[in-house]
Nanobody, 124 residues
Framework: QVQLVESGGGLVQAGGSLRLSCAAS????????MGWFRQTPGNAREFVSA????????YYSDSVKGRFTISRDTAKNTLYLQMNSLKREDTAVYYC?????????????????WGQGAQVTVSS
């Protein structure tokens, strides 16, 4: 069982930065591929980024590539998403996800564990 708790969301002006954190419980953090998804009202949950178990491979959606950076700290059992050059269209609820698969899926339904979500609002 893995429990995920996001933090770090908030309101930021366009062009600004935020860092999301996802604290994972349990001893299995290092055994899970970790990822971030986001969702806006009326839309499906969208893949943002993912990182493999050892952190040696990262994946990004085209919409955030070059602006967002995913990382993980095994000693702290924590996943991060550094978001720079934020745009209004980045406004969403951001979810942390974990799965035992060795490679990440871009499809939300394939991920097993989810956090409760953190609101990110980017104003113009």
């Amino acid at each position: 069982q893995v429990q995920l708790v996001e933090s770090g969301g908030g309101l930021v002006q366009a062009g600004g930065s935020l860092r999301l954190s996802c604290a994972a419980s349990g001893r299995t953090f290092s055994r899970n591929t970790m990822g971030w998804f986001r969702q806006t009202p009326g839309n499906a949950r969208e893949f943002v980024s993912a990182i493999t178990r050892r952190g040696n491979n990262t994946y990004y959606s085209d919409s955030v590539k070059g602006r967002f950076t995913i990382s993980r700290d095994t000693a702290k059992n924590t996943l991060y998403l550094q978001m720079n050059s934020l745009k209004r269209e980045d406004t969403a609820v951001y979810y942390c996800a974990a799965d035992a698969r060795s490679l990440p899926s871009y499809v939300a339904r394939n991920w097993y564990y989810w956090g409760q979500g953190a609101q990110v609002t980017v104003s113009s």
